[in-house]
């Protein structure tokens, strides 16, 4: 029984465990200790990992010649400790006062936790897949725990959750299509064959190869333009099933393009494979995609009034950074997007947590029936102040790690416009986080709001543990380079030169510490200058004078709604929702189709047939002469 | 070794001393069917163990081939003899019912008389009698129940079925003319007669006749209709089993007689507009019993895809699918017995019976080819076959046979969302059809256990489909000392 | 020249054939379908007798225990009589249907039938018929009425 076995073992506990479970507080608390025990038996394989050796997996099937077996590589590791830790984070989150909450709502807050430990079980079970037929069969499981876990809330959330299930379900079949195309050139689906196979490709099938499992892939990790389902789908699972989709749902998709496309065929592959008519190369392609995917959603979470939806959009929008900075290929840039993996789900869980204990407390997530919260719920503030300054990507937190390799990989790699588009990104970010926070926490709070507490212990805890997490890794970068080194020298490409506080190389370095320490020490300094200077006075928040008025609580002088009038104006014009038209034309089209078909086997007179197989006839006796 | 003959005799004669038997004893009538397809299925598996190295050839009183009727007995040929007593047993349409009863239990017995020698005979005019019983019977079971609609809906299945039939005649005509012989073995020995235009235009009518069974594309508009209007059993009946049997017909003559490209690829044409079109109905349908109707059709266009793929690997696939789709297709119908009617009628069904819905996504799930469940399997291996194919054509029917899943999850993601919608009333059930949840129920452990046991039943199935694909042991088997003309 | 026999009934039962289906394909009258099946299936045993067809031979009796020098083939006329069978029971059948379909719908133009047994489809499963949006609603809307106001 090697550790991987005694990993997935453990996580089909945890699954029959949350099926056969009664009492919902123990059960939440013995499912969150059981995530932990998983987090341990994978932290206990990291020393094997750590130098790059694979911990294979005891059991294995031979399914009509076919084998299936599982192995742990630094890949997998890597994602899997994501995983098991947006796990255990969530499941402490929804036990106690969360689930009964969501209980008296209506919701089942037991359905959530087995759907949770669907989407647990089925995704280690997809990153320790050693061969393609385990990969796809994962794969699939990955995408229906994932509809389990959108569809639990029931009403409206079913209705997103089916349209992620069409697009879910066409990415799937397009990975099946790849893998056939596979089977039929090697007659295996073993990954040395499938690396084998793709020496002797003309470029029309390795164009093939990449636009089917590079497209199945794309569909679960929301790139443009197959996003549209993700932002609705994702915001309308119940409380920490969001921040668990987002914090590693959609990266799955992220783990399927750097098994197959960057590990097993290679970057190099790919810029030789030249779009036809144009300079550009496939490369060149997911790296635009990437760019746009980064812009577009970004200002689209930026026009949204609703928390979690925003959090989705911008869920989407760092996607494309992570695929982005692999797709530079070099030591910086692919250290910076596997960071960012991590980051993101890091700061995601974060604003998740933060967001759904003020849905708690005051039963709405609209931006524009909150505020002033800072008050009364400082420690979710303070989740959500980290949180938001790592999504945004500025120093001390993690998040500026990441893009900070990113940029400089774009710019030593010579990609201006690229690199244009990242900052412009970051852009959308700031604006965008800044609205959430201040519209949410920061301004005048509301009457019915004076009586709100900050959320229960169980609730905060995961949220406290995950922003000190973002803060220490911001600090202390080479605590996650450490185990990104491994997946880079797995995936075939140049390992970064990481030190505990960021890197050092020829192609220039980073210091979190020096720059943490100097911020930490500047506005220790300011808090001296601030606090012994004693000409402070504290003041309420309406004991104020604005236009010939004195300031009451009933009115409403916080500033939300239109948070960026000209900024919103200016960019009208380009936000037309032309994916959605697409979208909305595709499937005007399949309906009509489907009424043809209704319509042949209702009321088609039996003489088009006649002459229709007249035709057929005449054209067959034809083509035999 | 007498078995299979038994297994066609039986039946016909219980059909016919039914009304006597029912006489003398109502209790003998109601259980005598049941009892017969019981036995039935022993004689089979009594007949299996001598079947494991080569086929059963039984001549018909003792007249010998060519002249006389011969019934080929192979491992296909009972694993399909059986599955038509397993089935027609699990959905036996006469358990409620109280006034029709003997008319529908005969009206059954002679459909698995015919089945059961569509599946075993090994000649062609014994195949189209058969068919033409099956036929008959089937517009019996169609219109029972004295209903309008059933009746109307019979009648254009039985115009455009007597249209198919005429066809199959003039193409068994024009077979004859052309070989001098009926008999299946001594026209693969003489398919060569039949490589020109005259044997594909009689490939093309019996194509025609077979595939109103069969739902082949043109011919299947009587389908969503008949299911619609009949009862849902006898649609489990008719989609689940019957049409299985009529898409032999056309496979037993594709590998043996009709060997030519151009038939494969006719088939392919059909198998494939067949995909489109009973998918794409489906997708709008409002009503559960349209919507799986629409989707057999789908289903059998899949199947007809995997025949005309060449070889033993076309015929692996295409029985995979067929076997699937038989072990599913009358559970969902069973269920939709149940819940039958409009889409909007079923909120509140997983609230009254857990059971049964957890089924039908079990159902579900396998039938649009979700991994690990068998249905993902037979579709893997239809994709596969048909990729190494190599051919654009192909390459163009397996893109339609996947969108085509992506349809399917669609509608019935969505028929399982409206049955776990919750409601503050749940429709109560009616009670006849507790049994009807627990025949769907035991389909969907079978369907577990294949799973579990996928491997020792892959090998079964390839070793069936690689013995039904040989043409020349077929030859010999039929004709050991070589044929006379 | 006279032609031969065996040729005048192959065109014949073609003939048939092709009448019968234009009958099925062309009339909306259900017992115009029916006969016009009778008459297809007619051509078609017509066609299957014209199979076992040899020119100048005798039918296949026996005569005085002897064999004719050359007989048409008896095997095609044993599968006819098999096929006329099955036709005459399915035309029975046929019109038995028709009667039930004539007595509950009081029609017998195959497109009132359609529409008829499109309804009682819809109505037993409990589906609400599709409505053309250019149907008049039922009842008129008071918004029309409070703006003409």
């Given at each position: 029984?090697?550790?991987?076995?005694?990993?997935?073992?453990?996580?089909?506990?945890?699954?029959?465990?949350?099926?056969?479970?009664?009492?919902?507080?123990?059960?939440?608390?013995?499912?969150?200790?059981?995530?932990?025990?998983?987090?341990?038996?994978?932290?206990?394989?990291?020393?094997?990992?750590?130098?790059?050796?694979?911990?294979?997996?005891?059991?294995?099937?031979?399914?009509?010649?076919?084998?299936?077996?599982?192995?742990?590589?630094?890949?997998?590791?890597?994602?899997?400790?994501?995983?098991?830790?947006?796990?255990?984070?969530?499941?402490?989150?929804?036990?106690?006062?969360?689930?009964?909450?969501?209980?008296?709502?209506?919701?089942?807050?037991?359905?959530?936790?087995?759907?949770?430990?669907?989407?647990?079980?089925?995704?280690?079970?997809?990153?320790?897949?050693?061969?393609?037929?385990?990969?796809?069969?994962?794969?699939?499981?990955?995408?229906?725990?994932?509809?389990?876990?959108?569809?639990?809330?029931?009403?409206?959330?079913?209705?997103?959750?089916?349209?992620?299930?069409?697009?879910?379900?066409?990415?799937?079949?397009?990975?099946?299509?790849?893998?056939?195309?596979?089977?039929?050139?090697?007659?295996?689906?073993?990954?040395?064959?499938?690396?084998?196979?793709?020496?002797?490709?003309?470029?029309?099938?390795?164009?093939?190869?990449?636009?089917?499992?590079?497209?199945?892939?794309?569909?679960?990790?929301?790139?443009?333009?197959?996003?549209?389902?993700?932002?609705?789908?994702?915001?309308?699972?119940?409380?920490?099933?969001?921040?668990?989709?987002?914090?590693?749902?959609?990266?799955?998709?992220?783990?399927?393009?750097?098994?197959?496309?960057?590990?097993?065929?290679?970057?190099?592959?790919?810029?030789?494979?030249?779009?036809?008519?144009?300079?550009?190369?496939?490369?060149?392609?997911?790296?635009?995609?990437?760019?746009?995917?980064?812009?577009?959603?970004t200002f689209t979470a930026l026009r949204q009034t609703d928390a979690r939806r925003l959090l989705?959009w911008h869920?989407?929008?760092?996607?494309?950074?992570?695929?982005?900075?692999?797709?530079?290929?070099?030591?910086?840039?692919?250290?910076?997007?596997?960071?960012?993996?991590?980051?993101?789900?890091?700061?995601?869980?974060?604003?998740?947590?933060?967001v759904?204990?003020?849905?708690?407390?005051?039963?709405?997530s609209d931006l524009d029936q909150l505020g002033g919260l800072?008050?009364?719920?400082?420690?979710?503030?303070?989740?959500m102040?980290?949180?938001i300054?790592?999504l945004a990507?500025?120093?001390?937190?993690?998040?500026?790690?990441?893009?900070?390799?990113?940029?400089?990989?774009?710019?030593?790699?010579?990609?201006?416009?690229?690199?244009?588009?990242?900052?412009?990104?970051?852009l959308g970010t700031i604006l965008s986080v800044y609205k959430l926070i201040h519209n949410m926490f920061l301004g005048q709070?509301r009457?019915?709001?004076?009586?709100?507490?900050?959320?229960?212990?169980?609730?905060?805890?995961?949220?406290?543990?995950?922003?000190?997490?973002?803060?220490?890794?911001?600090?202390?970068?080479?605590?996650?380079?450490?185990?990104?080194?491994?997946?880079?020298?797995?995936?075939?490409?140049?390992?970064?030169?990481?030190?505990?506080?960021?890197?050092?190389?020829?192609?220039?370095?980073?210091?979190?510490?020096?720059?943490?320490?100097?911020?930490?020490?500047?506005?220790?300094?300011?808090?001296?200058?601030?606090?012994?200077?004693?000409?402070?006075?504290?003041?309420?928040?309406?004991?104020?004078?604005?236009?010939?008025?004195?300031?009451?609580?009933?009115?409403r002088y916080q500033y939300s709604y239109n948070f960026y009038p000209a900024l919103t104006r200016l960019a009208a014009?380009?936000y037309?929702?032309?994916?959605?038209?697409?979208?909305?034309?595709?499937?005007?089209?399949?309906?009509?189709?489907?009424?043809?078909?209704?319509?042949?086997?209702?009321?088609?007179?039996?003489?088009?047939?006649?002459?229709?197989?007249?035709?057929?006839?005449?054209?067959?006796?034809?083509?035999?002469? | 070794?007498?078995?299979?003959?038994?297994?066609?005799?039986?039946?016909?004669?219980?059909?016919?001393?039914?009304?006597?038997?029912?006489?003398?004893?109502?209790?003998?009538?109601?259980?005598?069917?049941?009892?017969?397809?019981?036995?039935?299925?022993?004689?089979?598996?009594?007949?299996?163990?001598?079947?494991?190295?080569?086929?059963?050839?039984?001549?018909?009183?003792?007249?010998?081939?060519?002249?006389?009727?011969?019934?080929?007995?192979?491992?296909?040929?009972?694993?399909?003899?059986?599955?038509?007593?397993?089935?027609?047993?699990?959905?036996?349409?006469?358990?409620?019912?109280?006034?029709?009863?003997?008319?529908?239990?005969?009206?059954?017995?002679?459909?698995?008389?015919?089945?059961?020698?569509?599946?075993?005979?090994?000649?062609?005019?014994?195949?189209?009698?058969?068919?033409?019983?099956?036929?008959?019977?089937?517009?019996?079971?169609?219109?029972?129940?004295?209903?309008?609609?059933?009746?109307?809906?019979?009648?254009?299945?039985?115009?455009?079925?007597?249209?198919?039939?005429?066809?199959?005649?003039?193409?068994?005509?024009?077979?004859?003319?052309?070989?001098?012989?009926?008999?299946?073995?001594?026209?693969?020995?003489?398919?060569?007669?039949?490589?020109?235009?005259?044997?594909?235009?009689?490939?093309?009518?019996?194509?025609?006749?077979?595939?109103?069974?069969?739902?082949?594309?043109?011919?299947?508009?009587?389908?969503?209709?008949?299911?619609?209007?009949?009862?849902?059993?006898?649609?489990?009946?008719?989609?689940?089993?019957?049409?299985?049997?009529?898409?032999?017909?056309?496979?037993?003559?594709?590998?043996?007689?009709?060997?030519?490209?151009?038939?494969?690829?006719?088939?392919?044409?059909?198998?494939?507009?067949?995909?489109?079109?009973?998918?794409?109905?489906?997708?709008?349908?409002?009503?559960?019993?349209?919507?799986?109707?629409?989707?057999?059709?789908?289903?059998?266009?899949?199947?007809?895809?995997?025949?005309?793929?060449?070889?033993?690997?076309?015929?692996?696939?295409?029985?995979?699918?067929?076997?699937?789709?038989?072990?599913?297709?009358?559970?969902?119908?069973?269920?939709?017995?149940?819940?039958?009617?409009?889409?909007?009628?079923?909120?509140?069904?997983?609230?009254?019976?857990?059971?049964?819905?957890?089924?039908?996504?079990?159902?579900?799930?396998?039938?649009?080819?979700?991994?690990?469940?068998?249905?993902?399997?037979?579709?893997?291996?239809?994709?596969?076959?048909?990729?190494?194919?190599?051919?654009?054509?192909?390459?163009?029917?397996?893109?339609?046979?996947?969108?085509?899943?992506?349809?399917?999850?669609?509608?019935?993601?969505?028929?399982?969302?409206?049955?776990?919608?919750?409601?503050?009333?749940?429709?109560?059930?009616?009670?006849?059809?507790?049994?009807?949840?627990?025949?769907?129920?035991?389909?969907?452990?079978?369907?577990?256990?294949?799973?579990?046991?996928?491997?020792?039943?892959?090998?079964?199935?390839?070793?069936?489909?690689?013995?039904?694909?040989?043409?020349?042991?077929?030859?010999?088997?039929?004709?050991?000392?070589?044929?006379?003309? | 020249?006279?032609?031969?026999?065996?040729?005048?009934?192959?065109?014949?039962?073609?003939?048939?054939?092709?009448?019968?289906?234009?009958?099925?394909?062309?009339?909306?009258?259900?017992?115009?379908?029916?006969?016009?099946?009778?008459?297809?299936?007619?051509?078609?045993?017509?066609?299957?007798?014209?199979?076992?067809?040899?020119?100048?031979?005798?039918?296949?009796?026996?005569?005085?225990?002897?064999?004719?020098?050359?007989?048409?083939?008896?095997?095609?006329?044993?599968?006819?009589?098999?096929?006329?069978?099955?036709?005459?029971?399915?035309?029975?059948?046929?019109?038995?249907?028709?009667?039930?379909?004539?007595?509950?719908?009081?029609?017998?133009?195959?497109?009132?039938?359609?529409?008829?047994?499109?309804?009682?489809?819809?109505?037993?499963?409990?589906?609400?018929?599709?409505?053309?949006?250019?149907?008049?609603?039922?009842?008129?809307?008071?918004?029309?009425?409070?703006?003409?106001?």
């Amino acid at each position: 029984m090697t550790p991987l076995d005694a990993l997935l073992a453990l996580s089909l506990v945890t699954l029959l465990l949350t099926l056969s479970c009664r009492h919902q507080v123990w059960c939440g608390v013995l499912t969150t200790l059981l995530y932990g025990v998983q987090l341990m038996a994978l932290l206990f394989m990291s020393t094997s990992i750590h130098y790059g050796v694979p911990v294979p997996s005891g059991v294995h099937f031979n399914v009509l010649g076919f084998e299936m077996h599982w192995a742990m590589t630094p890949l997998a590791w890597f994602f899997a400790l994501i995983t098991l830790g947006a796990a255990v984070a969530s499941s402490w989150y929804a036990s106690t006062s969360w689930g009964r909450h969501y209980a008296a709502t209506g919701g089942s807050p037991g359905l959530l936790q087995v759907a949770l430990a669907c989407n647990v079980v089925s995704m280690l079970l997809l990153l320790c897949s050693a061969d393609l037929l385990g990969l796809f069969i994962s794969w699939e499981l990955v995408s229906w725990a994932s509809f389990l876990l959108m569809a639990s809330a029931g009403g409206a959330a079913v209705r997103h959750a089916l349209h992620y299930l069409v697009y879910a379900v066409a990415g799937g079949m397009a990975v099946l299509a790849g893998i056939a195309l596979v089977y039929v050139a090697t007659g295996s689906l073993s990954f040395d064959a499938f690396v084998a196979s793709l020496s002797g490709l003309s470029a029309g099938r390795l164009w093939l190869l990449l636009l089917l499992f590079g497209g199945g892939f794309a569909v679960k990790m929301g790139l443009l333009p197959l996003h549209l389902w993700q932002a609705r789908a994702y915001a309308d699972t119940p409380g920490p099933g969001s921040a668990f989709l987002g914090a590693i749902s959609s990266r799955m998709g992220l783990f399927g393009i750097l098994l197959v496309l960057v590990q097993l065929a290679g970057l190099a592959r790919f810029a030789g494979l030249v779009l036809p008519l144009t300079p550009f190369t496939a490369l060149d392609l997911l790296a635009w995609v990437a760019a746009f995917t980064i812009i577009l959603p970004t200002f689209t979470a930026l026009r949204q009034t609703d928390a979690r939806r925003l959090l989705a959009w911008h869920g989407i929008g760092q996607g494309g950074y992570m695929l982005l900075g692999v797709v530079m290929g070099d030591a910086l840039g692919s250290a910076g997007g596997l960071m960012h993996v991590f980051n993101h789900a890091t700061y995601q869980a974060a604003l998740f947590f933060s967001v759904s204990a003020v849905v708690y407390r005051t039963g709405t997530s609209d931006l524009d029936q909150l505020g002033g919260l800072v008050t009364r719920m400082p420690i979710s503030f303070t989740a959500m102040l980290i949180g938001i300054i790592g999504l945004a990507g500025l120093p001390p937190m993690n998040g500026f790690v990441s893009k900070w390799l990113i940029y400089q990989s774009l710019i030593r790699e010579g990609h201006p416009l690229l690199f244009i588009a990242a900052v412009i990104g970051t852009l959308g970010t700031i604006l965008s986080v800044y609205k959430l926070i201040h519209n949410m926490f920061l301004g005048q709070l509301r009457v019915e709001h004076e009586h709100i507490r900050e959320a229960p212990w169980s609730m905060t805890l995961p949220m406290i543990l995950l922003s000190a997490v973002v803060f220490a890794t911001g600090y202390l970068p080479g605590l996650v380079l450490r185990w990104i080194a491994p997946v880079q020298r797995e995936l075939g490409l140049p390992v970064l030169d990481y030190t505990l506080g960021g890197y050092q190389s020829t192609a220039g370095s980073l210091d979190m510490i020096w720059v943490v320490t100097s911020m930490l020490g500047g506005f220790a300094i300011g808090a001296v200058l601030f606090y012994a200077g004693g000409r402070a006075r504290r003041v309420h928040q309406l004991d104020n004078y604005a236009g010939g008025h004195f300031l009451d609580a009933a009115t409403r002088y916080q500033y939300s709604y239109n948070f960026y009038p000209a900024l919103t104006r200016l960019a009208a014009p380009l936000y037309r929702d032309s994916f959605q038209w697409l979208e909305s034309a595709l499937v005007s089209m399949l309906q009509l189709a489907s009424a043809g078909a209704q319509g042949i086997y209702r009321s088609v007179h039996p003489s088009l047939y006649l002459l229709a197989a007249a035709v057929i006839a005449w054209l067959v006796w034809g083509g035999g002469h | 070794m007498n078995a299979p003959v038994l297994m066609f005799a039986l039946p016909l004669l219980t059909a016919f001393l039914l009304p006597v038997i029912d006489r003398l004893s109502g209790l003998a009538g109601r259980w005598i069917g049941p009892l017969v397809l019981v036995g039935n299925l022993l004689l089979g598996a009594l007949a299996w163990p001598h079947l494991q190295d080569a086929p059963l050839v039984l001549a018909m009183g003792g007249f010998r081939p060519p002249l006389g009727i011969v019934f080929y007995v192979d491992r296909m040929a009972m694993l399909f003899a059986m599955g038509v007593a397993l089935g027609v047993l699990l959905l036996w349409p006469a358990w409620a019912q109280d006034k029709d009863r003997v008319r529908i239990s005969t009206l059954t017995m002679v459909l698995v008389t015919a089945t059961t020698g569509l599946a075993l005979s090994g000649d062609l005019f014994n195949l189209f009698v058969c068919y033409e019983l099956a036929a008959i019977s089937s517009y019996g079971l169609a219109a029972a129940g004295g209903s309008a609609a059933a009746g109307a809906a019979t009648l254009r299945y039985m115009v455009i079925s007597s249209f198919g039939s005429a066809l199959m005649l003039i193409g068994i005509a024009l077979v004859y003319q052309a070989t001098g012989t009926l008999n299946l073995a001594q026209l693969a020995v003489l398919s060569d007669a039949l490589a020109g235009p005259q044997g594909l235009i009689a490939f093309i009518f019996i194509l025609l006749g077979a595939g109103v069974k069969a739902e082949l594309f043109p011919v299947n508009a009587w389908v969503p209709e008949v299911y619609g209007a009949a009862a849902q059993r006898v649609a489990g009946i008719l989609a689940g089993i019957v049409s299985k049997l009529a898409l032999l017909i056309i496979v037993r003559l594709l590998v043996l007689v009709f060997r030519q490209p151009e038939a494969q690829q006719i088939l392919l044409v059909l198998g494939v507009l067949g995909v489109i079109t009973g998918e794409l109905a489906a997708w709008r349908a409002q009503d559960l019993t349209r919507m799986l109707a629409c989707s057999s059709i789908g289903q059998l266009g899949v199947m007809f895809v995997a025949f005309s793929i060449p070889g033993p690997a076309g015929v692996f696939a295409g029985l995979a699918v067929a076997l699937h789709h038989m072990l599913v297709k009358p559970a969902l119908f069973l269920l939709a017995e149940r819940w039958g009617g409009a889409l909007t009628r079923l909120p509140g069904a997983a609230q009254k019976s857990p059971l049964a819905a957890a089924c039908f996504v079990l159902l579900a799930l396998s039938l649009v080819g979700i991994p690990p469940l068998p249905g993902f399997w037979a579709k893997f291996l239809v994709v596969t076959a048909a990729l190494g194919q190599g051919t654009p054509a192909y390459a163009g029917a397996v893109a339609v046979i996947l969108a085509a899943a992506v349809i399917e999850a669609s509608y019935l993601a969505r028929v399982a969302a409206h049955l776990y919608r919750r409601v503050t009333q749940p429709l109560s059930a009616n009670r006849q059809t507790r049994a009807a949840v627990t025949v769907a129920t035991c389909a969907s452990a079978a369907l577990v256990s294949a799973t579990l046991w996928l491997a020792p039943l892959g090998n079964s199935l390839q070793v069936t489909a690689a013995q039904a694909a040989d043409r020349d042991s077929y030859i010999h088997n039929v004709f050991p000392q070589g044929v006379q003309p | 020249m006279t032609p031969d026999i065996g040729q005048v009934l192959f065109c014949g039962s073609f003939g048939l054939v092709i009448i019968g289906i234009f009958g099925i394909v062309l009339t909306n009258h259900l017992v115009r379908i029916v006969l016009s099946i009778a008459l297809l299936e007619t051509g078609a045993n017509l066609l299957l007798v014209m199979s076992g067809y040899r020119p100048g031979a005798a039918a296949p009796i026996l005569v005085d225990g002897t064999v004719p020098a050359s007989m048409v083939d008896p095997v095609p006329q044993a599968l006819v009589l098999t096929a006329i069978v099955i036709g005459v029971a399915v035309q029975a059948f046929m019109m038995v249907l028709v009667l039930r379909v004539h007595t509950a719908y009081g029609t017998l133009d195959i497109r009132e039938i359609r529409t008829l047994l499109e309804r009682d489809i819809t109505h037993a499963a409990g589906v609400p018929l599709p409505v053309s949006p250019d149907e008049p609603l039922a009842q008129p809307h008071t918004v029309l009425h409070r703006g003409a106001q």
